[in-house]
């Protein structure tokens, strides 16, 4: 069985994801998996052969994001065919993947985030002024419900009558 075969059978049975995510998914099967892979026999894949395609990969100068989805695809195929009897273990596991640098964006204009989540001190203001009027910005103070997550919410006096939805 080749690997357009097998991966014609797998496609069938995807019942996890959200349409656009088969729908992106199958795009990388189409794009990158099946032109590499899918006319030779799905038990002459093995771990070299993965392993020179991420290598191919990366060298034609693809995203380290877009070679680790591939090889995540050819992965879930591959384990697919393993769990189906098909094959003893999948070629892509311990495949070195390359490394996908994460870039901090700066936020506008304000300083640095304290540990509560928000601005120096606590604050959720930015240091700059927001370009947009005072009603659109989203730089105002947000007011918040509840107490500090250090303290308790003081007993209520309404009893059961000032809930809602009881009686």
């Excluded at 496609?11 to 032109?35: C, F, H, N, Q, W």
């Excluded at 060298?59 to 697919?80: D, E, F, N």
Aim: glycine share 10%; hydrophobic share 35%.
């Amino acid at each position: 069985m080749s690997p357009a075969d097998w991966a014609d059978e797998w496609k069938a049975t995807i019942v996890d994801l959200r349409p656009s995510t088969k729908v992106r998914d199958l795009g990388y099967l189409e794009r990158y998996v099946l032109p590499r892979f899918g006319n030779m026999e799905l038990g002459r894949i093995d771990h070299m052969a993965v392993r020179a395609w991420v290598a191919e990969l990366s060298a034609s100068g693809l995203s380290p994001a877009t070679t680790t989805k591939a090889v995540q695809i050819l992965s879930k195929m591959m384990t697919a065919a393993v769990q189906a009897g098909l094959w003893r273990k999948s070629p892509c596991d311990g495949v070195q993947l390359p490394r996908i640098e994460r870039v901090e964006m700066p936020t506008a204009g304000c300083g640095p985030v304290s540990a509560s989540g928000f601005g120096p001190g606590g604050s959720t203001r930015c240091a700059a002024p927001s370009p947009l009027p005072r009603r659109w910005s989203t730089s105002a103070d947000i007011p918040t419900s509840g107490p500090p997550r250090d303290q308790k919410a003081p007993p209520s006096d309404q009893g059961e009558q000032g809930r809602v939805g009881l009686g």
